[in-house]
């Protein structure tokens, strides 16, 4: 499949997980996505576990560092922004994503700051579950959101 022109940005606000953020930068390969690193992170850019989990991909993945999520706020302003976590007000399927939308996601064990989510709680969305867990692992969620979204973009049935 050639490279579709949509593009989504996927925002990870200081991630923990080297292998979750792995995956993720995998999963940003495969669908043509940027990746968002929002500072502090819970590891260092050349953790093993880190490029373990991205093997050979990294080449292809197109990462922007923000240091603070302020300062990742700032370079975003004016863009569409949608938030996801547990807490979301909206079942991720209500999403209305555009082009260079922006999907943001928490860490893994506290989520997106309460203010931020808060002030963005009209834009969240959560991934529904109803067995015996808090939530889903960070990678996991990523993917089911990245692809309804660029489902929803390219009209994919």
């Known amino acids: 499949m050639e490279n579709p022109s949509p593009i989504l940005n996927i925002v990870l606000v200081e991630p923990e997980i080297p292998p979750n953020t792995g995956n993720i930068a995998r999963l940003c390969a495969a669908t043509n996505s940027i990746l968002h690193l929002v500072h502090p992170l819970g ?16 080449p292809h993945v197109l990462i922007k560092e923000h240091k603070s999520l302020k300062a990742f706020l700032e370079f975003a302003k004016g863009e569409t922004l949608f938030l996801y976590s547990t807490k979301g007000k909206h ?65 994919w049935g």
């Open 91 to 155: 079942i991720y399927t209500k999403a209305t994503p555009k082009n260079n939308a922006f999907l943001i996601f928490g860490r893994e064990t506290y989520g997106l700051p309460r203010d931020f989510l808060k002030k963005y709680f009209e834009k969240s969305f959560y991934i529904p579950m109803w067995g015996k867990v808090r939530s889903l692992n960070l990678s996991s969620a990523v993917a089911i959101v990245i692809y309804d979204a660029y489902r929803k973009l390219f009209n």
């Open 43 to 58: 590891f260092r850019l050349d953790d093993k576990h880190l490029k373990r989990a991205g093997l050979d991909y990294w």
